[in-house]
């Protein structure tokens, strides 16, 4: 299907409230579209104000907020009314336990039904961008292996007890990456069977970068466990292995240049991961990084347990090593750099009084 353009008409944005979508929203408002924001509640000022606030920006688009429930059938037809791209951002998520699995599995699965149907219906996309994960490319391999978008996680899978379907009521990490796979597979066939609009995918890893509102703290997710360091806690997530980040604005900008590219074709995916190396460090290096970039807090580091693995193995597990090569040749995607990321992430929590950080 052809590119979008903003001139071509509105364009909709579920989830729009979240972390990733709000960000979409802003890379959108910036190239000057007419931005449909779907949220679930129209009267929480904490997911509202930060959208409404872009209308007083001097970006040259607008938003206009609309009320969406992914588990309601038909509850995107209005929204979608007239626009060219759907950018399907929302998804029940399990962070501070809000969903339990079998409601992250049903709810991504039935939702993403629900925001096909409704495109369906209005019979104007051409681009319909869906957020999956890297959930959806992840699978067992060896340390040092570089993932690539042409892996996914069913791949290795062979008589995994790990990976079943019966498993799903249990395993909230296994449930939401089985229904991100599921969902890429329905939507892109989908859209063949339909033929009137095209279904790319964006699959992120561990997304860090400015917070727009204090709803896009998250317990137990990335920036979380990131502002516990700054609050001179230990960082207990991940710190057996490598943090490979992605910034919260490249995410949000690559679906924009997504439903603008000439090349993208349905079923295409990006996996959007570190730039390089950089950004693929351990929780020792990303300890330095923030004691560098925040002098005045005394930073917490890892359990003393990582100085035991290192010893032995030389350093922590290495993996997962991703990198967003094919966005950045592809869509001409400029990335930030990981002081950046990393900056920007944990001065907003402070700023939004998520963090008390521990002054030295």
């Known amino acids: 299907m052809p590119a979008v353009r903003a001139s071509d008409g509105p364009v909709a944005v579920t989830g729009a409230s979240g972390y990733v979508g709000s960000h979409v929203v802003v890379a959108l408002v910036k190239k000057g579209y007419t931005v449909h924001a779907c949220v679930t509640q129209l009267d929480n000022p904490d997911k509202t104000e930060h959208l409404l606030a872009l209308n007083k920006s001097d970006y040259p688009g607008i938003v206009k907020l609309f009320s969406g429930n992914l588990l309601q059938e038909g509850s995107y037809d209005t929204p979608f ?93 296994m449930a939401y990456s089985m229904a991100k796979v599921e969902c890429e597979h329905m939507a892109n066939q989908f859209a063949e069977k339909d033929g ?10 561990a997304v860090l970068g400015p917070l727009l509102s204090r709803v896009h703290e998250r317990m137990y997710s990335w920036q979380w466990f990131l502002g516990r360091m700054l609050a001179g806690e230990p960082c207990e997530r991940q710190w ?13 900008e690559s679906q924009a240049l997504m439903i603008e590219s000439d090349v993208c074709k349905n079923g295409w995916r990006y996996q959007l991961s570190a730039t390089d190396e950089s950004g693929e460090i351990d929780a020792l290096q990303l300890q330095a990084h923030l004691q560098k970039l925040f002098p005045h807090i005394n930073v917490g580091g890892p359990p003393d347990e990582i100085h035991k693995k290192i010893e032995k193995y030389g350093a922590v597990f290495q993996a997962p090593i991703a990198h967003c090569d094919k966005a950045r040749e592809e869509l001409g995607l400029k990335t930030h750099t990981i002081e950046d990321t990393l900056y920007e992430t944990g001065k907003t929590m402070i700023d939004l009084g998520l963090v008390n950080p521990a002054l030295k």
């Open 81 to 173: 009314t007239d626009c060219t791209a759907v950018l399907h951002a929302g998804t029940p998520m399990g962070y501070g336990r809000a969903n339990n699995p079998r409601q992250i599995y049903d709810g991504a699965i039935n939702g993403t039904k629900n925001v096909l149907n409704s495109v369906k219906k209005v019979d104007t996309v051409r681009r319909f961008i869906y957020t999956s994960s890297f959930s959806a490319i992840h699978h067992p391999m060896k340390p040092g292996y570089v993932f690539t978008e042409k892996d996914w996680a069913t791949d290795n899978r062979e008589n995994d007890p790990n990976w079943t379907k019966d498993r799903i009521d249990v395993d909230g990490d």
């Open 196 to 205: 009137r609009f095209d279904v790319i995918s964006v699959c992120p890893i």
């Open 240 to 252: 057996n292995a490598l943090w490979n980040i992605v910034d919260v604005r490249d995410v949000g």
